[in-house]
């Protein structure tokens, strides 16, 4: 009854993920941060989402690349925020524990974050609590979000959740398998469907997976 | 200065859940219908299962009217005024939101319509809260069956029926009003964790059942069955599963050859003649103005616009608003309270990522009057519905049951355990109209092209918090049957806000002293100009509002056919 047919789910898996292009250990070049501000961002999402015992975190994820990418289209209302906040927090970790935030111990950063989540951390416009919290919403999208956007690489953040992957198509002997832990995990974005890149092709001409367009963004 | 179109029979403003709908009769009977919609048509491009896309940056579709006209709100009228949304509840597109909505299709329950004259049969008039404004239906369930089961084939819903012709099924809800026929698919799919929940509502003496679904649950008119994704929650389908009025009514009204689709018409006001009879709609496209002259307006934009462009067309006939010298519009507004949601933590892993909205279970014991409310102190109640729908963004931020942090190694090992073995339930609870709840245009705050946005001024009164707070035990109880190890209750409401379940401002009754619409949802003061969508219903339910606006839809437009000569006759 579907339109998605074997051949179509084949092809789609023979496109090699955009984001798996930096698994080398190679970072993403920053786009609209400054690369001071990239440093101090990747240090705070590192404590956000640790990389532990627990596995890869939003380092692996690339969630502080997702962040930066979406500054320059999806999220640039939030640019004077991350300006500002990320200002803010270099000043009051150098202020209260004596070192720019990068350079303190995993403890002190924890604690320098805990005072901007309860809005105890100064010299924030407005309360700093407003900025920790959009900072880790931005880290979860940059982390379990389509790695379409330039986060969640090589789906590190889907596989720590056990999230089963993006499908076009779940039948009841697969919600079966799943529910027997036996159904095989999908590695694949959503714009990895043909379905989508085919329509994409009608109304905007040649097909631009891999380059991120203005759809959500 | 407007171009002035040819004239045309019926124009419809807005070609959503109900305008969509309200095409089909009419053009069936040879009525040459113009649908201005404010938004495109939308393509598969525009249902990727994206979480990120649809439910985080709220599916920004290419035409933003609805989001630049997004109403401010306040509790009440010595309250500020709330920070405004940036994403509205609504969305334009040919099909509006019906293409992405959770697709819920519920009949109202008998007594939805009777709620003054039955509480006071049963309980006596004070147990009327008081400062309601409520009023029976000017008709009951009987009166709608026939359109609830059109839309129900004509749309396509699956369900599983309690009641057919008085013989109770215990397969479906036991409560709800008789029905003539079966659903015309069987209901969605379970699953172990939906099955778990029915048991143990079972264990518990209540009546457990499949909830009704504008969702193919099998091939249906040559559309597929559903894929269960899980990417339906604000979310369109891209096998045409979701029966949108997209792929269903409108295109069969296209094809008829008496429906003319306009996308990218911005609708602005409805203008009328010195006799105070409608002529026509004012409309733009790409900054261009057009007036389209029409025999019969149908208003089918959401409550919210509904009454904006009702209060906005003002004239000499007209000074406070079109159809509204009897201050009627805006006035007993209210929205369900679906917040006071209860959230449960289970020590097994839910299978929940595929799946969607409407596939659940229903407990409908603690709704409507299904029960003896001698001894509480509220009327109504609430329909309990536990569903199967995760993403991971969502999944990740859903509490942590006070068991860890919000981040770090700690809040790391507890999503790692825990992001599959949540849910929350759906608890819609019923919500009366009060006198000092109400839309009105804002005094400050404007659209791009310089008109006022919605107000509104709404909160849940006593009787609303009461349902709510009984609500929360019933669904506790359930989950803690079922074996759920933690439970979080939402804040009991207080605003109302902004919602997708947004009622009244142009009420329908047959007093035009109380109601702005007749019986039939046209106006009691303009004869030719009729009302669709929610905006019309003076009483809530505990259940999803759509289907009741889709029914009461067609059948406003079936009564416009057969009475064509009649309200569509010209005037000049």
């Not at chain 1, 190679?26 to 590192?46: F, H, K, Y």
């Not at chain 1, 995993?106 to 100064?122: K, P």
């Not at chain 2, 046209?522 to 009729?530: A, C, D, K, Q, W």
């Amino acid at each position: 009854m579907t339109f998605i047919s074997r051949r179509d789910l084949l092809k789609a898996a023979a496109i090699v993920p955009f984001a798996r292009g930096f698994q080398s250990g190679a970072r993403p070049p920053v786009e609209n941060l400054t690369s001071t501000e990239m440093q101090l961002l990747d240090a705070i999402v590192a404590r956000l989402i640790p990389t532990d015992a627990n596995g890869p975190g939003a380092t692996e994820a690339l969630a502080a690349h997702y962040i930066d990418h979406a500054l320059g289209n999806a999220l640039a209302s939030s640019r004077p925020a991350y300006t500002a906040g990320l200002a803010a927090l270099d000043r009051y970790a150098r202020s209260s524990r004596g070192a720019p935030f990068p350079q303190l111990s995993a403890t002190d950063q924890d604690s320098v974050l805990i005072d901007v989540e309860t809005g105890a951390a100064t010299g924030f416009t407005g309360s700093s609590a407003a900025f920790f919290a959009m900072v880790l919403s931005h880290t979860h999208q940059g982390t379990f979000g389509d790695p379409y956007y330039g986060g969640n690489a090589n789906f590190v953040g889907w596989d720590l959740i056990a999230y089963p992957g993006v499908r076009t198509m779940v039948t009841a002997t697969d919600q079966k398998s799943l529910e027997s832990k036996a159904l095989k995990t999908n590695h694949k974005s959503a714009y990895e469907y043909d379905f989508i890149k085919d329509s994409e092709r009608g109304r905007r001409g040649p097909a631009s997976l891999g380059k991120r367009d203005d759809h959500g963004d | 200065m407007a171009t002035k179109l040819k004239d045309t029979d019926v124009v419809i403003v807005g070609l959503g859940a109900a305008g969509g709908v309200a095409a089909l009769p009419l053009a069936q009977a040879g009525i040459d219908v113009v649908g201005l919609e404010a938004g495109t048509w939308l393509t598969r491009r525009d249902f990727a299962p994206d979480e990120l896309r649809n439910n985080v940056r709220g599916w920004p579709q290419g035409i933003q009217k609805a989001n630049q006209e997004i109403p401010t709100s306040r509790a009440n009228a010595s309250s500020p005024t709330a920070p405004r949304g940036t994403i509205h509840p609504m969305q334009n597109a040919v099909g509006g939101t019906s293409l992405h909505y959770w697709a819920q299709s519920w009949r109202l329950n008998p007594w939805d319509f009777k709620v003054v004259s039955e509480t006071k049969r049963r309980y006596g008039a004070s147990r009327i809260p008081k400062g309601s404004t409520v009023e029976d239906w000017p008709f009951g369930l009987d009166e709608l069956e026939p359109y609830y089961d059109k839309i129900e084939y004509e749309v396509g819903v699956s369900g599983q029926a309690g009641n057919i012709n008085g013989k109770i099924d215990p397969r479906g809800n036991p409560f709800e009003g008789a029905r003539k026929r079966p659903y015309p698919m069987p209901p969605l799919r379970g699953n172990e964790f939906l099955e778990k929940m029915a048991s143990a509502a079972r264990t518990i003496g209540w009546a457990p059942f499949p909830g009704p679904a504008a969702v193919n649950s099998r091939a249906y008119q040559n559309r597929s069955g559903c894929m269960y994704h899980g990417f339906c929650n604000r979310g369109g389908c891209h096998v045409d599963a979701k029966n949108s009025t997209a792929v269903t009514t409108i295109p069969r009204a296209q094809a008829t050859g008496h429906l003319k689709v306009v996308p990218r018409a911005h609708v602005t006001t409805i203008e009328v003649d010195g006799n105070g009879r409608m002529t026509g709609v004012n409309y733009v496209t790409d900054g261009v103005e057009y007036f389209q002259p029409a025999k019969v307006v149908l208003l089918a934009s959401f409550t919210y616009e509904n009454n904006r462009l009702l209060l906005l067309s003002k004239s000499k006939a007209f000074p406070n608003g079109l159809s509204n010298n009897h201050k009627q519009v805006g006035r007993h507004y209210f929205s369900h309270h679906q917040g006071a949601g209860v959230t449960a933590l289970f020590p097994f892993n839910l299978n929940s990522w595929y799946g969607l909205p409407a596939q659940g279970v229903a407990v409908d014991n603690w709704a409507d009057d299904n029960f003896d409310h001698s001894g509480v102190d509220f009327i109504g109640g609430g329909n309990l519905w536990v569903y199967s729908d995760r993403r991971p963004i969502g999944a990740v931020g859903a509490s942590t049951f006070g068991r860890a942090p919000n981040w770090g190694s700690a809040w790391k090992a507890f999503i790692k355990e825990n992001a599959d073995r949540s849910n929350s339930a759906y608890l819609q609870k019923t919500t009366l109209p009060y006198e000092d709840n109400f839309l009105d245009l804002d005094p400050g705050v404007k659209d791009p092209l310089g008109y006022p946005v919605c107000r509104v001024t709404g909160e849940y009164k006593d009787n609303e918090r009461r349902i709510a707070a009984f609500i929360q035990d019933k669904m506790e109880q359930w989950y803690r049957e079922a074996g759920a190890v933690a439970i979080q209750r939402a804040p009991v409401g207080g605003a109302m806000g902004v919602s997708t379940h947004a009622y009244g401002g142009t009420r329908m009754g047959d007093n035009p002293e109380t109601n702005v619409v007749d019986r039939w949802g046209f106006s009691h003061e303009v004869p030719n100009l009729g009302v669709l969508g929610a905006s019309v219903m003076g009483t809530s339910g505990a259940r999803n509002p759509t289907l009741t606006a889709q029914a009461l839809a067609w059948r406003t437009a079936d009564h416009l056919a057969k009475n064509w000569n009649a309200i569509g006759r010209k005037t000049s």
